[in-house]
């Protein structure tokens, strides 16, 4: 191995073995912090984002989402109305069925407890150029692949082992 692949293996691993681990131990504390200060579970700031991103959803496309069984989904729910972060509508498209989606209130909530990061993170990134961006977002998109492949892959392995 020359110089420069044993530099680019010690990068990889840096990365891979600490930065990223480091890192996701951080975001999960961080969401604790941010769940406490909202009055909710961790998997509720989870159902938070998940509405933000794909707009209400059914009880069951939420348990999937943030990986919760139908009853423990249906806790999380009452929760979040409780809360004032979500409310129950029907379903413009079959009126039987029941939608969850975000209050106005429990979005902006959400935002403002991350804008701090947000904030940061957006001062870490303007050392970076539009080339060296694309380049951390292709990693993270092509991370979120690899991440929930791995989910499907470990809870299809689940009882198997």
Not at 32 to 37: F, K, N, Q, S, T
Not at 45 to 51: A, I, K, Y
Not at 89 to 112: F, S
Not at 148 to 154: F, G, N, T
Request: hydrophobic share 40%; glycine share 8%; net charge negative.
């Amino acid at each position: 191995m020359t110089n420069r692949q044993q530099a680019r293996q010690d990068l990889l691993d840096e990365l891979v073995k600490e930065a990223i681990p480091t890192y996701a131990i951080l975001v999960v504390r961080l969401n604790r912090v941010v769940a406490d200060r909202l009055g909710v579970a961790e998997t509720d700031v989870q159902c938070l984002h998940v509405l933000d991103r794909h707009g209400p959803a059914t009880p069951g496309v939420l348990a999937k989402h943030v990986n919760l069984t139908s009853g423990s989904a249906s806790r999380m729910i009452d929760r979040l109305v409780a809360a004032g972060c979500v409310r129950r509508v029907a379903d413009p498209g079959d009126r039987r069925r029941v939608l969850i989606e975000p209050t106005q209130e429990g979005l902006e909530r959400v935002r403002e407890a991350y804008a701090g990061l947000i904030a940061r993170t957006r001062e870490d990134l303007d050392a970076f150029g539009a080339d060296e961006i694309d380049a951390v977002l292709r990693f993270v998109r092509a991370a979120e692949h690899s991440t929930a492949a791995e989910i499907v892959r470990l809870q299809g392995s689940e009882g198997g082992e």
